[in-house]
């Protein structure tokens, strides 16, 4: 923790902002700790390097160029315009659909008769998903007891899982320390 706190000393001093209370206090940490001072003067060469390179600049007629490239605003808008109207289009159509249907079927299904069948229609196919659920079950504990490894391999997906979510929470909660850059 101690080098850390010099690192940043290091960082202010690089950048012009040590104040001289610091710049003391530096100064006898690198007389007094050599890898601090062979990563200070690590440091100062990087400086030299970043401050000695030409700065870079866009070729001539760059911007130019660019703004020519951009797709004209007044098209732009236009096919944004047809695609959100498309859009809208495509989610209202199943609606007044629906909405038409309704008021078409709505008198039929006032009738005892309609209400009936479809009440024997519902109990049918709530039978029929019981069936099919009821046989899913049965045929998975035939698996789990004829090949036992598939449940142990599931139960360890399933922690790799848990395990790995737990890891990735931890993370999200880690403090972030602030980046220093060097210029």
């Known amino acids: 923790m101690e080098h850390e706190n010099f690192y940043l000393l290091m960082m202010d001093a690089l950048d012009g902002e040590l104040l001289a209370d610091d710049q003391v206090l530096l100064e006898s940490h690198l007389r007094a700790c050599p890898s601090c001072h062979q990563e200070w003067q690590a440091m100062m060469a990087i400086d030299a390097l970043f401050r000695r390179s030409p700065v870079l600049s866009p070729a001539a007629g760059f911007t130019h160029r660019t703004l ?17 109207i498309t859009l809208l289009t495509g989610g209202l159509l199943p609606l007044l659909l629906l909405t038409i249907v309704a008021a078409i079927a709505t008198p039929a299904l006032r009738e005892p008769a309609v209400v009936r069948g479809f009440l024997q229609l519902l109990a049918k196919g709530m039978q029929l998903i019981g069936t099919v659920v009821g046989a899913m079950l049965n045929g998975l504990s035939q698996l789990i007891v004829e090949q036992p490894s598939v449940l142990g391999w599931l139960l360890v997906m399933v922690g790799i899982v848990f395990l790995w979510s737990g890891v990735y929470r931890q993370l999200l909660r880690a403090p972030v320390r602030p980046q220093q850059h060097i210029s």
């Open 68 to 84: 020519a490239r951009l797709p004209n605003r007044r098209v732009r808008l236009w096919a944004m315009g047809t695609i959100y």
